[in-house]
């Protein structure tokens, strides 16, 4: 039956459900398939019992359901959504029945139906199903109205045409959602079978060309059938801007390869360029084939003029779907232009950067520059790029880009340019004393070569002196240096009072939320005890002496400088550095033999360490004692930091401003090390929590900042995708913000939780040491010499790591800590759905590496609601699923063992 409503095949349906009356179970699906029957008979009165049920039905399983997650709500959404219209559609039914002798205005609660369907439509990413169910109930709807109006074409034209225009509109939307879900043959067979009727409006018509197109396109057996289409069509009813599109559709199918008609397809875009100038699409397009055709023959005699044209068609193209709606004379954005245009920016880039070797490129690109037709807010996530081509021969290509963005969004670029130069000053600086250095001893060199040649300056040996000189360059460091200090200058110049404010907070996040010297300590004594873990040789060896040189580093830089700070900090400043110069100072007579024995005393001194800090640093720190400049600091001008990564364009209206910084500053301690936690409190009502990051190494930072950018580039593509966007698949990419080339801002909830840590409470309560499976591990490889037995085919090392899984360490820690963390089984079952999807993204996205190497990659998120006593997981950032400290749910009685190992 649920078959029958969809073939139109309404007799059988009614004789159907006469004959199941009262076998049925009560449900909200035979509510739906009565109501469709009872309405085609226009029956009204049991069309509104049958839909009365179906919303008793519907609310009373609406409250069957757990207050946690969202998936089992949308189902019952888009069925109170086809409740809703079924009762308009039965409004509209009672209004066309008896349509004579009425006035029109008797018609305004039709015509308001029909125009809200066309705004109420379910999500793009929602299933194809549900589609078809609500435009294929509408279009019978449609059908009615348009018999019922179909004789007043002379009386009411205007009513006449009522249903045409909506019909038309709803069977191709529905040919887009198919094509947009990966079926280009439903599409066409929907376009081609669902509307039945000659007439049509001329964009519906256009729009209908441009679905069968775009579906034939992807249908590489039928690009012959799919370009007679186009071919065949009638344009002289269309406007120019709908044939310059026609026109560009013919040149994709000209440009496949099936066709391989290059020279047809230009002359096609060339075309729909000279009807319609203002087309963005035909220009990307036509750069695309050209950069195609470049690709084909990089070396060729008209590669430099392709490239050319290249860059010019793309240029024009993100000029024109970038550009306001007045200057562009389009009524609406065309927002696949506009993404399209947006995608190729990189592409630019690559060509500016290794291709353009006559500078076509660049021309191209400083010309629109110069002209400021292309929008600052493109070049957003595009910045680190930037930044890098200011070391490379294109810096003065990429310098004009750089000066506008500090002009008129200088938030945007002020965190990475100001740390961009801190990282390069100290080379540049010897760079620069180097080529000074140089070019004086070349200018000496002349002046003795002059002398030797008594003035001659056509002598051989001034010309090669010459001609070094006139060789000599400032570096690349000292370049990119240079162009990155002119491009500060500009942002302090234009904006002085933004700039010294900034400057200041950034000064002060990055000299005052430092670990303290206990804290650096800890961090070093762990750092050498993992040091001597890594070290290939038993626990039974002597201590390596570049060990022994490390340690007596460690016990300069740690007990000379630092002893007053020390002394300030620590309870007992004196006896600890006695204790340690006298049990880790390679110089004492009491410093250990045995790798082994370094590392238990190192373990020792962590775990003192440790209990030190514990026992004498808080919490949380205020931050009118930490840091009261911070605390006074005007923050009206300042934005939140990282809000312009993700690309988008950022107006007044959308920014997000600082109002003020927390009191409290949390303090984070893992794996052995402490850093500072600041909650920003901004401006619309969200608080976020940054972390700051010391001792970090500039190469990392940046490699970890490309890597975020690489993962919002791919979480655009999982947007579009309705597969990927209907089960919430996205990476998270926290904000990273640097500060110094050795700080920097990192976004991390406080609800944030690492593997580590929950093996770190597993043996904690059960009384278990953290390194004991490095230790095994270590003896078990062990030889009697003190060194590594050999182990070419790794079956020592699987052996150590078998024994380890099944003697040492659990398989049930971290199923014990998600069972003793979530309060119901209702964040369980959640928590397991979305631990699995998370889990397939990160095996996707390090899939060369192991399979543990993926695992690395996943942490968790539970959010708390501030404002209640229930707890809920949110589906909204479900690529990082974190669990709160704040969590401590009873101990359960019963234990699944299908999450994670068994109990």
Not at 179 to 193: A, E, L, S, W
Not at 330 to 352: C, F, V, Y
Request: proline fraction near 5%.
């Amino acid at each position: 039956m649920d078959c029958l409503w969809r073939l139109h095949d309404w007799e059988t349906l009614s004789a159907m459900l006469a004959q199941s009356q009262g076998q049925m179970e009560p449900a909200v699906s035979s509510c739906l398939l009565s109501a469709y029957a009872a309405l085609r008979e226009v029956n009204q009165e049991a069309a509104n019992t049958h839909i009365d049920k179906g919303f008793q039905y519907a609310l009373a399983k609406w409250w069957q359901l757990p207050d946690t997650g969202s998936a089992p709500q949308l189902a019952l959404l888009q069925v109170f959504q086809q409740l809703v219209e079924l009762r308009e559609s039965g409004r509209v039914l009672t209004d066309v029945m008896n349509q004579q002798q009425r006035s029109d205005q008797q018609y305004s609660d039709t015509k308001d139906i029909l125009e809200t369907w066309r705004l109420r439509t379910p999500n793009e990413w929602d299933g194809l199903v549900h589609w078809q169910d609500v435009l294929l109930w509408r279009n019978h709807i449609y059908n009615v109205v348009i018999g019922a109006f179909n004789s007043m074409q002379e009386i009411a034209p205007h009513l006449h045409q009522m249903g045409y225009r909506d019909k038309a509109w709803s069977v191709n939307k529905l040919g887009h959602i198919a094509y947009k879900h990966g079926c280009p043959d439903v599409c066409i067979t929907v376009i081609n079978n669902m509307y039945g009727y000659n007439a049509m409006e001329v964009q519906e018509a256009f729009v209908k060309i441009k679905e069968q197109a775009r579906a034939y396109l992807a249908l590489p057996l039928d690009l012959r059938a799919g370009l007679n289409m186009l071919n065949t069509t009638n344009l002289d009813y269309f406007a120019a801007h709908h044939q310059a599109e026609i026109f560009r559709l013919k040149a994709l199918f000209m440009a496949e390869p099936g066709m391989n008609d290059l020279d047809g397809a230009s002359s096609a875009l060339s075309t729909a360029l000279c009807l319609w100038r203002q087309c963005p699409d035909a220009w990307l397009s036509w750069g695309q084939l050209c950069d195609a055709r470049y690709e084909a023959d990089p070396a060729g005699p008209a590669s430099q003029q392709l490239l050319q044209y290249a860059a010019h068609c793309y240029v024009q193209g993100i000029k024109l779907s970038t550009a306001p709606l007045a200057a562009s004379g389009m009524k609406a954005r065309n927002e696949e232009a506009l993404q399209a245009s947006i995608d190729l920016l990189p592409r630019l880039l690559h060509l500016l950067s290794f291709d353009d070797r006559d500078g076509v490129v660049g021309e191209e690109l400083a010309r629109a520059v110069e002209e400021r037709s292309l929008p600052p807010w493109i070049w957003f996530m595009w910045i680190p790029q930037l930044l890098t081509s200011l070391t490379r021969p294109e810096t003065h290509r990429v310098k004009p880009i750089l000066k506008q963005l500090a002009e008129l969004h200088p938030q945007s670029i002020y965190y990475s340019l100001r740390t961009f130069v801190l990282g390069l000053r100290e080379a540049a600086q010897r760079a620069l004393q180097e080529y000074s250095k140089h070019r004086a001893g070349l200018e000496a060199a002349i002046s003795a070569a002059l002398a030797a040649a008594a003035g001659d300056e056509q002598s051989e040996s001034v010309r090669n002196a010459r001609a070094m000189l006139a060789a000599l360059s400032p570096s690349a460091d000292t370049t990119a240096f240079d162009g990155g200090k002119e491009v500060m200058e500009r942002l302090r110049s234009q904006h002085p009072v933004l700039g010294s404010t900034m400057e200041g907070l950034l000064a002060e996040v990055g000299s005052k939320f430092v670990p303290r010297p206990l804290e650096r300590l800890l961090a070093v004594v762990t750092a050498l005890l993992h040091r001597c873990y890594k070290l290939p040789v038993a626990n039974s060896s002597a201590v390596p002496d570049h060990m022994r040189r490390e340690m007596a580093g460690v016990c300069r830089a740690c007990f000379a400088s630092d002893t007053s700070k020390l002394q300030a900090r620590n309870m007992q400043p004196v006896e600890l550095r006695e204790g340690f110069l006298h049990d880790l100072n390679p110089e004492s007579p009491g410093f250990p033999h045995t790798l082994g024995e370094l590392a238990e005393r190192l373990k020792a001194w962590r775990n003192r360490l440790t209990t030190e800090l514990e026992a004498a640093m808080p919490h949380s720190l205020r931050l009118e004692e930490e840091c009261r400049a911070l605390q006074d600091i005007q923050l009206s001008e300042v934005e939140l930091p990282g809000q312009y990564l993700s690309g988008h364009e950022v107006t007044p209206d959308t920014s997000i401003y600082l109002e003020a910084i927390s009191s409290n500053v949390a303090i984070v301690r893992r794996s052995a090390s402490s850093f500072r936690r600041l909650s920003l409190i901004c401006s619309d009502g969200i608080t976020r929590h940054m972390l700051v990051q010391t001792g970090q190494n500039s190469t990392q930072g940046a490699a970890d900042e490309r890597m975020m950018q690489l993962l919002r580039l791919l979480n655009r593509l999982l947007e579009r995708s309705p597969e990927s966007r209907r089960r919430l698949l996205a990476w998270h990419t926290p904000i990273i913000v640097p500060v110094w080339p050795q700080v920097r801002l990192f976004e991390e909830e406080p609800s944030y939780c690492s593997y580590g840590e929950a093996y770190d409470i597993n043996c904690a309560r059960f009384g278990r040491e953290p390194d004991m499976p490095i230790a095994h591990f270590k003896k078990r490889l062990a030889a009697p010499d003190g060194n590594y037995d050999k182990d070419p085919d790794g079956s020592l090392r699987l052996g150590a790591f078998n024994e380890i899984c099944d003697k040492v360490v659990s398989e049930n820690i971290f199923s014990q800590y998600v069972y003793k963390t979530l309060p119901t089984c209702n964040h369980l079952w959640l928590f397991k759905k979305h631990f699995c999807s998370q889990m397939a993204l990160s095996g996707e996205r390090s899939a060369p590496q192991s399979y543990w190497g993926c695992c690395s990659f996943v942490e968790l998120e539970c959010c708390h609601h501030a404002n209640s006593n229930t707890h809920l997981i949110t589906p909204t950032a479900p690529p990082r699923l974190h669990l709160p400290s704040s969590w401590h749910g009873t101990e359960p009685q019963l234990f699944a063992s299908s999450l994670m190992g068994k109990n």
